[in-house]
């Protein structure tokens, strides 16, 4: 027993000390011995130890090995980049964006489809094309002049009494009123010029008063004041296709007016509905929340909490109500609402709202505003009803009155649709979209870029799917930076639909492998590129996989090879699709392939520059007779594709691994221990299909243990090098001379 501290509490005369033991490595005490001073009768309650709890160890999340980064046009959808499946990319980026002969489909979109379909994830950037920069966006603002108006008569129940031609009854009175209606438009945009440079200025959340088009038909001139800003979630035509809905409901309503809201938070709560179309003949849809509500109650009053601690505010709630960017399970893509962003120009609202409670207060003092005065206008004027006009027993204002809708005008209700406005889709072409791959990859390259986060962008591959010959001789840089990356670059060129020469081919081969090798893998130790394929050739989709009839490169094939094998997001390898077993290396979606034999002479040029190729079976069916990289010493097996891909995954661990043990105060010993039985267990079980042997050496070196915060990691991969040529020849003898050993069989 180890007394640690010693604590006297004075009861009278009694004092106890407490005492504990520590057990190494835990925080967990022993049973704690009190010593009293004296026999008094009392009962010393310590409260409870809990020893439940236990360290939480550290798993790596399931990972894709194959985690390819695509870029695109979209139909809609986030602009920042996004790791999802088929399910997720049409949620968030719209099922036009790969349906064959939409304007959003080009070259990318058969192996996004393919990697898709094969029940892979991605790494999704949607791209904007010129013309489409602007968002869809809905500004709501009150027109209202100040006027005089009709004072109507009361039945016994509070509604207006009505004559025999329908109209309202008056007293024969004028009262202080207001003619109002609500007006929606886009938020425009205006050109700024600074100095010699002119830009564009979206003018979220500045909008202005200005005068309206409102009349009383006495002269008086209305005033028109915006009270929200709305903006989709991104560019493009689609987002007019996104639309809000207010209204005010009642007691009298079947779905009547909340009370609870009502009355804790002193306002009036008002109802609002989101809708979507995806097309614009579809009929609209719901969009829910985050926690799946086809509506949300809201209030105009800064800080409107309920009792139980409920916000109302709209400002406060309503982007958080419909996204979640970082959703707490990190295997969920986030959730974008219709939008993203919203003003409330609560100034404005206040100022209204202070002015049509005075009035109604004025006027009458009944129902919300019952014994109400003037000095009440400021605590009372956030039970306005701003969007029906009615107290909240349904009894109508007496002074607050709907004008003429005129332009733009429109009536609130729950089935009246306030549309966005603005988005167009732009220019989509493939001239444009390769500048925007481009400029894509300088920011990969960048050492000290956003893209040297391998947490938020863990993406391994990079394909080619028939970018210009300008950006592929550009695709090094994907692996320049990271060593967990590897590239596929193709020949093929989108819009070549009469095959190119083998000698083009080869030539093209040479020319992409000499700017891939720029980047070699490393200088420390001498190891020239290796993470990058070549694929020369081209096809057509199968048209019982796919409607596109336009050319695609043969690393299609590759693709969806890679994916099937080394896709799962379980991040293991599917050994049912290893490509080198069986007929796995067939083609199972190109037809009208190029280029399917050449001689040797010719091949061998290929080969030696770097490429890969297919040849036909004797079934007439292209197979890939060998998987290289673009190593150029064939003794090596980081010339074959396994391998590589092996090398690459063992980096991801390796930055894993760090985040698993750095900041670790721990003996030596122990650290060894864990840092070893946690890398082993990355790759057991046959992480790899069982056709590789990795062994992890662990190490504290001399220079570590004088730094003191240094160890060293080593993947070593024990792999086969691919077989790819045969010798053969035939020898005639004799069947008398065959030898007794002899395994001959009649044939």
Known sequence: MHTLFTIQFKNGKTTFTLNYKPKYGDSEMSKVDIYVSNATPYSFHLGTDDKSGKVQTLKSLPRPMHLPFFLFYGQKGTLDEVMVDGAAFAKIYGTETLRENSPYFNHVSPFIKGVLEDGGTILAKRIVPKGAEKLASVRVSLEYVETTVDEYQRDREGNFVKDSRGGFTTTGKQIPGVLYRFVTDEIPTTEVTAGTNTYKNFEFGIGSESVGDLTDGQGATSKRVPLFDFVTNSPGAHGNLSGISIWSPTSKDGSPINHIAFSDTGSYPFRMQLVTKETPTSNPVVATTVAGAREIDFSLKPEAVSKSGLHYHLGETFVELYNDLTPANPLLPPTFGPFTRLYVYQNNIDAVLELFTTKEISAEQRGDFSGATSTDVAAKKY????????????????????????????????????????????????????KAVEAWLEEVA??????????????????????????????????????????????????????????????????????????????????????????????????????????????????????KYWGASIGRANSTYDYTEGTNNFFKYLVDVTNSWAPYQVRNETWASGGMWSERSDRKVDFFPAFRTVYDNDSSTLTTLRPMLVHVELNKIGYEGHRAFTGKDWPEDRFLQEATDWYYDQIKDYKFGGKVEVEWSIEVTKLDKEKGYMWHTEGIVYADGQRTVQVFNTTNMRRSDKPENSPAIVA
Not at 525 to 540: E, K, M, P
């Open 383 to 434: 039970l306005f009803n701003l969007f029906g006009g009615r107290h909240s027993d349904g009894d109508p204002y007496q002074t607050y009155r709907q004008g003429e809708l005129g332009t733009n005008g429109v009536i609130l209700g729950s089935n009246s649709v306030m549309w966005a406005k603005g988005g167009t889709d732009g220019d989509m072409n493939d001239a444009d979209f390769a």
């Open 446 to 563: 960048d050492p000290n870029g956003k893209y040297m986060d391998n947490v938020s962008y863990n993406d391994s591959t990079f394909w080619d799917t028939g970018f210009p010959l300008e950006t592929k001789l550009k695709m090094g840089k994907y692996i320049a930076t990271r060593k967990d990356r590897w590239v596929c670059v193709s020949t093929h060129v989108a819009g070549e639909e009469q095959p190119i020469s083998i000698a083009e081919e080869n030539t093209r081969v040479a020319a992409i492998r000499s700017a891939v090798r720029l980047f070699a893998d490393s200088s420390i130790y001498g190891t020239g590129a290796y993470r990058a394929v070549i694929v020369a050739g081209s096809g057509r989709i199968d048209k019982t996989v796919s409607s596109y009839k336009k050319r695609v490169p043969k690393s299609y094939e590759l693709c969806r090879i890679v994916s």
